[in-house]
T-cell receptor
Framework: NAGVTQTPKFQVLKTGQSMTLQCAQDMNHEYMSWYRQDPGMGLRLIHYSVGAGITDQGEVPNGYNVSRSTTEDFPLRLLSAAPSQTSVYFC??????????FGDGTRLSIL | AQSVTQPDIHITVSEGASLELRCNYSYGATPYLFWYVQSPGQGLQLLLKYFSGDTLVQGIKGFEAEFKRSQSSFNLRKPSVHWSDAAEYFCAVTLSNFGNEKLTFGTGTRLTIIP
C-alpha cells in the first residue's frame, strides 16, 4: 500500500518562482491537510480539505493555494516563492475518527 | 488561543532507563490527543491516540500515555528505552472529531539515547 505519496522529495527554487507540491493518497480518505515544519516550531497547518471541492485555511495560509478536485489528490501551490517559505512540507490524510497518515515530506529551499 | 506545550526541547536518557515526555494543552473542551514520532529525514509515525474512554492508552513500540483532564496533560511514557527510540516526538491535539484534519502540534522533544 502506497499510503500518502508526496512529490518531489526535494526542490530548490529561486525567489519569485512558482511550483506545485503534489500529494496523493490511495486510502479513499475524505480529509487531507498540508503542514509545514520549521525548526523549533513543530508542524503548522497551512490548508486542509474535508472532501473533494471543499478547502479551508489553516494557521499559516498566506502565500499558498490549494484545490481538491478529486478525493485522491491535494496539491499545494506556491504562486511566488519567498525565502520564508523554505521549509519541510508534509501532506496528511485521514478518515472519520481515525488519526491522520503522513507522507514522507517535501524539503523545499527558496534561494 | 488553543495551544500545545512540550516543555522539554531535548531529553537525554540512558539505554534501558525509563522515559517520560511531557505534553500540556490549552483548550476549552477535551480534545483528541496524539503522539507522533519522527526519525531524522522521515515523516511522522503515529505512536498512540486518545479519543475517549480509558485514560491510559497503549501504543506501538512499547509506549503508553495517560490523559489527565485535571492537569490538561497527555504525557508519553516508556519503561525501558532502546537506542532505536532516538527521534523527535510530537504531541498533537484536535477538536475535530471528523477526520482530525486540523491538528495543532507542540514544538517537539528531541530524544537522545546514550549507551
Amino acid at each position: 500500500n502506497a499510503g500518502v505519496t508526496q512529490t518531489p522529495k526535494f526542490q530548490v527554487l529561486k525567489t519569485g518562482q512558482s511550483m506545485t507540491l503534489q500529494c496523493a493518497q490511495d486510502m479513499n480518505h475524505e480529509y487531507m491537510s498540508w503542514y509545514r515544519q520549521d525548526p523549533g516550531m513543530g508542524l503548522r497547518l497551512i490548508h486542509y480539505s474535508v472532501g473533494a471541492g471543499i478547502t479551508d485555511q489553516g494557521e499559516v495560509p498566506n502565500g499558498y493555494n490549494v484545490s481538491r478536485s478529486t478525493t485522491e489528490d491535494f496539491p499545494l501551490r506556491l504562486l511566488s516563492a519567498a525565502p520564508s517559505q523554505t521549509s519541510v512540507y508534509f501532506c496528511a490524510s485521514g478518515t472519520l475518527n481515525q488519526p491522520q497518515h503522513f507522507g514522507d515530506g517535501t524539503r523545499l529551499s527558496i534561494l | 488561543a488553543q495551544s500545545v506545550t512540550q516543555p522539554d526541547i531535548h531529553i537525554t536518557v540512558s539505554e534501558g532507563a525509563s522515559l517520560e515526555l511531557r505534553c500540556n494543552y490549552s483548550y476549552g473542551a477535551t480534545p483528541y490527543l496524539f503522539w507522533y514520532v519522527q526519525s531524522p529525514g522521515q515523516g511522522l509515525q503515529l505512536l498512540l491516540k486518545y479519543f475517549s474512554g480509558d485514560t491510559l492508552v497503549q501504543g506501538i513500540k512499547g509506549f503508553e500515555a495517560e490523559f489527565k483532564r485535571s492537569q490538561s496533560s497527555f504525557n508519553l511514557r516508556k519503561p525501558s528505552v532502546h537506542w532505536s527510540d532516538a527521534a523527535e516526538y510530537f504531541c498533537a491535539v484536535t477538536l475535530s472529531n471528523f477526520g482530525n484534519e486540523k491538528l495543532t502540534f507542540g514544538t517537539g522533544t528531541r530524544l537522545t539515547i546514550i549507551p
